[in-house]
């Protein structure tokens, strides 16, 4: 009896392995390629934007750019119609990890501990806010890494985000096929 036991443990087992790596051969239809519009409305959405910001960088000597944004930019111009790309969420989104970076820089200081927590504590607050940006996951590392402080989170985080999202409501808007936001 303890053999056939044993023995079902075993299947057991083996059936859950199989199932869990299953799960990993995909199975469903690649997405299909972006028109040719909608990427020439990205590129052009992507392209004004960070060249606004770079501008703006360049004349004031204040860094409005950072490198999360160039993310926010392909998610608004390009699947503007996304949860994930709605002013709510890059707003929302860039703010809370901006904190999370900032406050945990303060706390800890540079470090693989400082970096993997906030990571982490950003994907989970903004994941019960409701506010989940892709982009802003970046975010507590260039803080981190750059030793940034509090001002950060107005220039470039607030602001860079509020722009990003009114190139959004200007670009997208032009094409008759396209509304944003889908929601605020």
Same mark, same amino acid.
């Given at each position: ?90 707003i929302g989104g860039h ?7 900032v406050a945990m820089y ?14 982490g504590l950003t994907i ?7 506010? *989940?940006? +892709? ?5 507590? &590392? %260039?803080? /981190?890494? #750059? ?6 989170? *107005?220039? +470039? ?5 509020? &722009? %990003?999202? /009114?190139? #959004? ?16």
């Amino acid at each position: 009896m303890a053999d056939f036991v044993r023995l079902q443990e075993k299947d057991v087992k083996n059936h859950r392995l199989k199932a869990y790596l299953a799960k990993m051969s995909g199975g469903g239809h690649a997405p299909s390629r972006t028109n040719f519009a909608d990427a020439l409305t990205g590129a052009a959405g992507g392209l004004l934007c960070i060249f606004v910001l770079l501008c703006l960088t360049n004349y004031t000597g204040t860094p409005w750019l950072m490198a999360s944004l160039g993310g926010s930019c392909v998610l608004v111009f390009v699947v503007w119609n996304a949860p994930l790309s709605q002013p709510r969420n890059i707003i929302g989104g860039h703010m809370i990890s901006a904190f999370i970076g900032v406050a945990m820089y303060s706390l800890l200081g540079s470090s693989v501990i400082s970096i993997s927590l906030a990571v982490g504590l950003t994907i989970f607050c903004m994941a019960l806010a409701g506010v *989940i940006h +892709p982009p802003a996951g970046a975010n507590p &590392i %260039i803080i /981190i890494l #750059g030793g940034y402080g509090w001002s950060y989170l *107005i220039m +470039p985080v607030f602001i860079g985000a509020v &722009i %990003i999202v /009114i190139f #959004g409501l200007l670009i997208n808007n032009l094409r008759q096929t396209r509304k944003y936001p889908q929601f605020w």
